[in-house]
């Protein structure tokens, strides 16, 4: 054997041990110890943001006054961060579903900015086909019977950042407020936890 | 030269031992604050993070007819502590509630210091609880 093919042999089978050594994916706690922590937003943050959320929501009591379940729709949730993707319906959808337990709020899929359901609407206009049984059309689409909501649920998430000697920190926190559709009062406004990233 | 190495030794402990507490909190508060506190029950398999972080009392509530737990903390500790917490809810027949609500919330106490830590119950059905307390390193 040369020295150049014990060489070749040599790279080839140290490449084979070193991928027989990768360490293969394995589940973990999303939110546990293994769980990574990034300079951005991370799942265990956009988590602790809706139980937050929900939390100062549900122990204002600005609900107490209306008729349950009251009836919400999201008018507008925007990122004003720099972060280009921060997955907003996790932190909406899990507000969205704490809400409706117990039947306290029912959100309408009619209007606004999430979770739209665009079939509720597609369906009034089965009237005018006659593919449709046209006794079931009047009695389950939408004529007339689409409920009006009485709140609008909007959100930001906002950032704020500082660099002092090449240390960055990174504040992020989501700003909510319910606004009453009859008066345009705002009837509730809060905040999450405000999260801080420091990288050196 | 053993003197040397004792007082060399003792400058580095004093070092860390300042260093420590200048992190540390001051605490003031209402005398005999906080009566009427509920009776708990722990089991304690990690002591060396029961002396960072450890449960005084805990408060139990209503907010919209859904349970409301707070759990005073403390960090006996000169140092900070990095712990995770997550509450698990249990309805009157002792069955779990809501896997969806079970996820892991990071804090940080300071030396010296007293926090609380506050959960809101998922629905109206739940009447128990559980607390567990976790270090976090990162």
């Known amino acids: 054997m040369t020295r150049s093919t014990r060489f070749v042999s040599s790279i080839v089978l140290l490449s084979l041990l070193a991928s027989a050594c990768s360490v293969p994916p394995k589940r973990i706690d999303p939110t546990g110890p293994e769980a990574i922590t990034t300079a951005q937003l991370d799942y265990s943050d956009l988590r602790e943001w809706s139980d937050s959320l929900t939390q100062e929501m549900l122990t204002d009591g600005f609900l107490d006054p209306y008729a349950k379940p009251v009836i919400m729709q999201v008018s507008q949730v925007e990122n004003k961060t720099s972060i280009s993707d921060i997955n907003t319906e996790m932190v909406l959808g899990r507000i969205r579903s704490a809400l409706r337990r117990d039947n306290r709020v029912r959100f309408v899929a009619t209007l606004g900015s999430d979770a739209r359901d665009e079939s509720v609407r597609e369906n009034t206009a089965l009237g005018n086909d006659p593919m449709f049984d046209q006794s079931q059309v009047a009695e389950r689409t939408a004529q007339g019977t689409a409920t009006v909501p009485n709140l609008s649920v909007n959100c930001q998430v906002l950032g704020q950042y500082e660099a002092i000697k090449g240390v960055r920190q990174r504040n992020y926190e989501m700003r909510m407020w319910v606004v009453d559709l009859r008066s345009g009062e705002t009837v509730w406004e809060g905040f999450s936890n405000t999260v801080g990233k420091l990288q050196r | ?117 506050t959960a809101l119950a998922p629905t109206r059905a739940t009447v128990d609880w559980r607390l567990e307390i976790r270090p976090w390193d990162r």
């Open chain 2, 1 to 117: 030269m053993t003197r040397l190495v004792h007082r060399l030794a003792l400058t580095f402990l004093a070092g860390i031992a300042a260093a420590a507490g200048c992190s540390s909190s001051n605490t003031y508060e209402t005398k005999n604050a906080r009566p009427n506190a509920i009776e708990f029950d722990s089991k304690i398999s990690n002591p060396f993070l029961k002396g960072k972080v450890d449960v005084t009392s805990c408060y139990v509530g209503q907010a919209d007819g859904l349970l409301r737990v707070q759990a005073n903390l403390v960090n006996e500790s000169a140092g900070n502590a990095l712990y995770m917490y997550k509450f698990t809810w249990y309805d009157s027949s002792g069955l779990k509630i809501g896997a969806s609500t079970d996820a892991w919330t990071r804090r940080e106490l300071n030396g010296g210091a007293q926090g609380e830590i």
